[in-house]
């Protein structure tokens, strides 16, 4: 069989112009139409051609190498220019300009809080093109690593056993400088030791200084690298991260918004999740749903407080765990008279709040359940059985039912494939497992950017690149 050779040395006629080279349906002529139709005034780029002074890059341009470079998981400032040398897609994106990967580094850091604002411009467009209805909304969270190591993360204990080990080093070395003096010998011994004495001091001011930071804040730990990130627990260990949050819309699961949170869990995300998406579609919507990681009762009350249908199982819920004999489901709330009623028709009576919690206990009169056939297995306590009862308890029962009937779990049934598409596209086909700017209002962009590369990519599925194209230059 033959074989095909090329020949570097053959003569052609090349095509005219850049623009020749990108066939009409190519994907990159959807994200340079897309970046067109924001309206870069209300993203907080100011647009000024005729600014006196060094010409800059066009900020429109600059955008698009952004955006597009992060949708086929190209991040790093000089991984861009080297894409605007050679890759004929970038080159004709950005008519042919070379900005050099400080250019591209300054103007993504320059421009934090306006690439926070992309994504909501791109959700917009997508409810102006029917994409996104608003209706039924999925929020979800993931573990992300931030631009730190753990190393550089410091908590109290920490600074303490360090100054420790300084002190006793330092104490160390003027016995070790005390000696030699004594023998006026080994000058080079001295040196070192004073260098070393001299490195500990160092030492020992920078860790007494994040000592102090700790004491003057709430912060449990700081990270000396990122100060904002925080100690992420997740399935590959613990490291600095962040923790990402996404609003998705149930029609074709399109981001609404997005946001980053150095909290090492979902709890109190819920309400600040959802309010920023309303804020986004500029109206309510009918369901929200998100798994038990967000169960938190106050943070699910303020929403069901709005007239929203909340869709979340408690964790009692999500454990799917049968209830043991005598649970506390088997006793019964009478709540004319305040009281519980146990299996054995036993009354349990209102006994104060627990000073800890600030729940309510009910308890069984002194002597009664000793005398149940069921002492040993209802409760061994010689002061007899007690019942926790939650302040917003009511509140928890309703939520509860209302996440077992069958059309909300048909709805929580999408959770899945609605709200967790996102991080899996962005983690593994954009290769965005950690970020690369460092403080929130850096990994805020990023992920401005990230979950608008997902809506676009979306956009491309459902509609095409040539009919996306008309419908963004209408």
Known sequence: MAYRYGDRRQNMLMPASIEQYIPQDAPVRAYDAFIDSLDFEKAGIQIEPQKVGCPQYDPKAMLKLLVYGYSYGIRSSRKLEREAHYNLSFIWLVGGMKPDHKTIAEFRRRNKAA?????????????????????????????????????????RDRCLRRLEKIDAR?????????????????DSSLVKLN???????????????ILDRLDATDKKSTNTTDPDCTKIHGRQGSHAGYNAQTVVDEKHGLIVSSDVVNENNDLHQFAKQMGQSVETLGKKPQTACADAGFSDINELEKIDNQGIRVIVP????????????????????????????????KVLRYNGIDVKTGHMEYSAEAGTCKKCRNFGLCTSSRYGRTVIRLVKEELVEKLERQYEEPASRDIYKLRKQKAELPFGHIK??????????????G????????????????????????????????
Not at 196 to 209: C, I, M, P, Q, T
Not at 314 to 336: C, I, L, V, W
Not at 428 to 441: D, E, M, Q
Request: proline letters at 2%; one cysteine or more; a positive charge.
């Open 443 to 474: 990994v805020r962009a990023e992920m401005s950017i990230l979950a608008t590369c997902f809506n676009v990519t979306r956009m491309i599925g459902i509609i095409g690149v040539s009919k996306l194209i008309a419908m963004l230059g209408r």
């Open 195 to 209: 260098k070393e004495f001299a490195d500990n001091k160092k030492l020992r001011a920078r860790v007494k200084g």
């Open 314 to 345: 408690s964790s009692r819920q999500a454990s799917k765990k049968e209830p043991q004999p005598f649970d506390k489901r088997s006793f019964k709330y009478d709540g004319n008279r305040d009281i519980y009623t146990c299996p054995e028709g």
């Open 115 to 155: 690439l926070t604002n992309v994504l909501r411009q791109c959700a917009r467009v997508c409810i102006e093109l029917g994409l996104i209805e608003g209706n039924t909304l999925f929020v979800d969270g993931s573990k992300v690593r931030a631009s730190a190591g753990m190393n550089n993360t410091w908590d």
């Open 170 to 186: 330092v104490a160390e070395i003027l016995s070790e400088c005390e000696q030699v003096d004594e023998k006026e010998c080994n």
């Open 428 to 441: 593994h086909n954009l290769k965005a497992g950690g970020f690369l700017l460092r403080g929130l209002a």
